[in-house]
């Protein structure tokens, strides 16, 4: 359904998902299936709920002291065209953080017209990559989960080519 996400829900004052106070959107669906997920209820691609741009952006604007807005799951990248669209509406001072089961380099090389990974990336200052991998899970990582996540800064490394961690 065109301006609408499926969702699995929302947090309107988070401080656990990204540095400052965000905003966050769990998307609903993942195919990782990864050992040890928090989050299985978000597996189911039907399951969740939906909710239109507007909702959304009504909540945003509702919120003056919010930094930024992270992108959850689920898995973004399945919606990545719509939550690309949605995140251009944002106001210009939120950062926006993605989390994804994918690696960079898989977002890079099998982006194309319909998927629309390049557009999500290109509206993404920092993503969070990698499955879990729970024999890699450390309690003390910023805003990860486990130690093969990385954080990347999607803008220098778009425009340079290669992984630029922040
Ligand atoms: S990518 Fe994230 S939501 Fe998907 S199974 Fe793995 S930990 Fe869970």
Known sequence: MENTLRISGLSNDSIVDGPGLRFVIFTQGCDMHCEGCHNPSTWDKNGGYLITFEEVLSKIAANPLLDGVTLSGGEPFLQARSLAELVRMFPKNLNIICYTGFTYEYLIENANKENGYKELLSVTDTLI????????KDYNLDFKGSRNQRSIDVKASMENKKIILL
């Open 129 to 136: 990559d990698g499955e879990f991998i729970e024999s890699e």
